[in-house]
């Protein structure tokens, strides 16, 4: 596509976790997008409550390295990574907290002046989405048409950020924006307390990444040192798991390893003491199939908290398309699957799952409850985010873009075609 006709593509403004840091939903939908539409995409910081830790330190080192890249070696550096022509990624310096008025007005002012600049000249204004509340005091002063919240977590509730802010800050923004989106039921009933209708979205899954790679890759080399049966999560690990249960299973296994893959958060005490457990450091995402080959079953030890009742784990339909057994904790998100995994409420419970699913495998009963993952791909659910990013604005989009191919330029993919 030319350059020219690239600028008269519609413009998609978001505001999300850092591009390419890990595949979030947001991150998922929005490349489903790219042939569409133009993108500008904004890394922001999140709302941790200070603390002199590792990885507190290590995000901040992070971001100011982000800041300090001049904007020549930026540009190439993103040429150099292969990004979609549609996208730009954004990292504007922000004052890393929003505890206070004073605080809020310095990023009002900061996000303002570096993103302002990038919106105007535009063929129309663009249509604005975030992920995350801490945007609320940009409602109203960006030139944009529109604001939609796309909500994937209760951040509020998260373990180490700043919760009172961030629930303020979603309250306010609730009432700002255009159209509101939840991933989960139970976010979605949050919201409608606020304020209706709450589009509900759950997660989708990219079936090729995890049954067609799966085969195709070898062992990684680290994987082969640990011993077997494996039982692995990958995620986070942080509050949010539930020792008890991995003790339990540890006390019952006579052999094999427990491996958690992912970045530690301030992990719950007693992790690094339980005995057939390995804790791994993040992986690149192309690399988590080979994980899934060699697991023999996958597991979901989450605790029993409002953070994780209202979220939707974007792994759980991971797990289910690799064809593992997977076990996980009672919890809203979990339920409407248990024809497909194993759902237990106590850590007795778990660890006498893990071990039949160890003997036995995936039943067949479970198998056919996993034909549903057909109708999850990451391509249809966009198609609805789509709509509800523009509304009935869509329609005028996609016509002015069927019109501008019937003049000769590059006709629209069919939002319903896999990557």
Same mark, same amino acid.
């Given at each position: 596509m030319a350059d020219h006709d690239r600028r008269d593509l519609p413009t998609v403004l978001v505001f999300a976790d850092d591009w390419g840091r890990h595949p979030s939903s947001c991150?998922?939908?929005?490349?489903?997008?790219?042939? %569409? !539409?133009?993108?500008?995409?904004?890394?922001?910081?999140?709302?941790?409550?200070? %603390?002199?830790?590792?990885?507190?330190?290590?995000?901040? *080192? +992070?971001?100011?390295?982000?800041?300090?890249?001049? #904007?020549? #070696?930026?540009?190439? =550096?993103?040429?150099?990574?292969?990004?979609?022509?549609? $996208? %730009?990624? *954004?990292?504007? #310096?922000?004052?890393?907290?929003?505890?206070?008025?004073?605080? %809020?007005?310095?990023? @009002?002012?900061?996000? $303002?002046?570096?993103?302002?600049?990038?919106?105007?000249?535009?063929?129309?204004?663009?249509?604005?989405?975030?992920?995350?509340?801490?945007? =609320?005091?940009?409602?109203?002063?960006?030139?944009? @048409?529109r604001w939609v919240y796309y909500c994937v977590d209760d951040f509020a509730e998260w373990p180490g950020l700043d919760g009172s802010t961030l629930r303020a800050m979603e309250s306010e923004l609730v009432t700002k924006v255009d159209a509101l989106i939840a991933v989960s039921d139970a976010l979605q009933e949050k919201l409608e307390r606020s304020r209706s209708p709450v589009h509900l979205l759950t997660h989708g899954v990219d079936l090729a990444h995890w049954r067609e790679e799966v085969g195709s890759r070898g062992e990684l080399l680290w994987l082969s040192r640990l011993e077997r049966p494996l039982i692995v999560f990958w995620g986070v690990i942080d509050q949010r798991m539930d020792v008890t249960y991995l003790e339990r299973l540890a006390q019952d296994l006579d052999s094999g390893t427990m491996l958690l893959v992912g970045p530690q958060s301030a992990p719950p005490r007693g992790l690094e003491s339980i005995p057939h457990l390995v804790c791994h450091p993040s992986i690149p995402f192309r690399e988590l199939p080979a994980v899934a080959r060699a697991a023999d079953v996958l597991i979901m030890p989450y605790a029993d908290l409002p953070v994780t009742r209202a979220m939707q784990p974007l792994k759980l339909k991971e797990y289910l398309a690799t064809g593992k057994p997977v076990v996980v904790r009672d919890l809203p998100s979990t339920r409407s699957w248990a024809d497909s995994l194993d759902v237990v409420a106590t850590p007795e419970e778990f660890s006498r799952a893990v071990r039949e699913r160890l003997a036995t495998g995936l039943p067949e009963s479970q198998q056919s409850g996993r034909r549903?993952? +057909?109708?999850? /791909?990451?391509? /249809? #659910?966009?198609?609805?985010? +789509?709509? !509800?990013?523009?509304?009935?604005?869509?329609?005028?989009? @996609?016509?002015?873009?069927?019109?501008?191919?019937?003049?000769?330029?590059?006709?629209?993919?069919?939002?319903?075609v896999d990557p």
């Amino acid at each position: 596509m030319a350059d020219h006709d690239r600028r008269d593509l519609p413009t998609v403004l978001v505001f999300a976790d850092d591009w390419g840091r890990h595949p979030s939903s947001c991150q998922h939908l929005v490349s489903h997008l790219l042939d %569409r !539409y133009q993108v500008l995409w904004i890394n922001t910081i999140g709302t941790r409550q200070p %603390r002199l830790d590792f990885a507190t330190l290590s995000r901040g *080192l +992070e971001k100011i390295v982000q800041w300090a890249v001049p #904007k020549g #070696k930026e540009a190439r =550096a993103r040429a150099g990574e292969g990004r979609h022509p549609n $996208l %730009r990624v *954004l990292n504007p #310096k922000m004052w890393p907290s929003f505890g206070s008025r004073l605080e %809020r007005r310095i990023n @009002r002012s900061l996000l $303002l002046r570096q993103i302002a600049p990038f919106l105007t000249g535009l063929p129309q204004p663009a249509v604005a989405v975030t992920n995350i509340p801490v945007v =609320a005091d940009l409602v109203g002063h960006l030139p944009v @048409r529109r604001w939609v919240y796309y909500c994937v977590d209760d951040f509020a509730e998260w373990p180490g950020l700043d919760g009172s802010t961030l629930r303020a800050m979603e309250s306010e923004l609730v009432t700002k924006v255009d159209a509101l989106i939840a991933v989960s039921d139970a976010l979605q009933e949050k919201l409608e307390r606020s304020r209706s209708p709450v589009h509900l979205l759950t997660h989708g899954v990219d079936l090729a990444h995890w049954r067609e790679e799966v085969g195709s890759r070898g062992e990684l080399l680290w994987l082969s040192r640990l011993e077997r049966p494996l039982i692995v999560f990958w995620g986070v690990i942080d509050q949010r798991m539930d020792v008890t249960y991995l003790e339990r299973l540890a006390q019952d296994l006579d052999s094999g390893t427990m491996l958690l893959v992912g970045p530690q958060s301030a992990p719950p005490r007693g992790l690094e003491s339980i005995p057939h457990l390995v804790c791994h450091p993040s992986i690149p995402f192309r690399e988590l199939p080979a994980v899934a080959r060699a697991a023999d079953v996958l597991i979901m030890p989450y605790a029993d908290l409002p953070v994780t009742r209202a979220m939707q784990p974007l792994k759980l339909k991971e797990y289910l398309a690799t064809g593992k057994p997977v076990v996980v904790r009672d919890l809203p998100s979990t339920r409407s699957w248990a024809d497909s995994l194993d759902v237990v409420a106590t850590p007795e419970e778990f660890s006498r799952a893990v071990r039949e699913r160890l003997a036995t495998g995936l039943p067949e009963s479970q198998q056919s409850g996993r034909r549903r993952l +057909e109708e999850e /791909a990451w391509s /249809a #659910k966009t198609a609805d985010f +789509e709509s !509800y990013l523009f509304g009935f604005d869509i329609e005028v989009s @996609r016509t002015k873009t069927f019109a501008r191919s019937s003049q000769g330029t590059e006709r629209l993919a069919p939002s319903s075609v896999d990557p």
